[in-house]
T-cell receptor
């Protein structure tokens, strides 16, 4: 059975700092997605990664995919409070990790 | 609003009652997904449709759960004889499935509370 593991599950960071969230998965996949969820809200698509070595960037977030290592990363650069949310990765369209709850403190 | 809509947004019911939720996807999308999400967890896949065909059901989907998408447009998810463990947020998502690309767009969810 496909397993999707994210770490850390909780992340508290200072504004202006950098950090990386990791998403490991247990079987081959040619598509990986990152979503954001704000408290009490639904999920918003952030990135779609379709091939080995794919890198996508939007603002202070950058996502990458290494299909050989079965690993995706979501890198946060110079965090700001507005990035506080829960971030999910999803593999094979429908299998989600448990999420990383990010809190950015001033 | 041309996004995914769900109705109702909140449902409170007593144990043993039946409930039905509706999802209206983005109009040109051919795939529709149902997920369940409990507090602090990621969405758990329940089932999905391509047009009107139900292509996959999760083992989580017990005999009490049934979903339909009769004309390949809106979908309904019914839970019979609800249990307290069914309390969760039920999310619907739709996508325009292409062979190498399948970005999902999520609705606001239906929060179910079973008393």
């Amino acid at each position: 059975e496909l397993k999707v593991e994210q770490n850390p599950l909780f992340l508290s960071m200072q504004e202006g700092k950098n950090y990386t969230i990791y998403c490991n998965y247990s079987t081959t996949s040619d598509r990986l997605y990152w979503y954001r969820q704000d408290p009490g809200k639904s999920l918003e698509s952030l990135f779609v990664l379709l091939s080995n070595g794919a890198v996508k960037q939007e603002g202070r977030l950058m996502a990458s995919l290494d299909t050989k290592a079965r690993l995706s990363t979501l890198h946060i650069t110079a965090a700001v409070h507005d990035l506080s949310a829960t971030y999910f990765c999803a593999v094979n369209d429908m299998r989600f990790g448990a999420g990383t709850r990010l809190t950015v403190k001033p | 609003d041309t996004g995914v809509s769900q109705d109702p947004r909140h449902k409170i019911t007593k144990r043993g009652q039946n409930v039905t939720f509706r999802c209206d996807p983005i109009s040109e999308h051919n795939r529709l997904y149902w997920y369940r999400q409990t507090l602090g967890q990621g969405p758990e896949f329940l089932t999905y449709f391509q047009n009107e065909a139900q292509l996959e059901k999760s083992r989580l989907l017990s005999d009490r759960f049934s979903a339909e998408r009769p004309k390949g447009s809106f979908s309904t998810l019914e839970i019979q004889r609800t249990e307290q463990g069914d309390s969760a947020m039920y999310l619907c998502a739709s996508s325009l499935f292409l062979r190498v690309y399948n970005e999902q767009f999520f609705g606001p969810g239906t929060r179910l509370t079973v008393l």
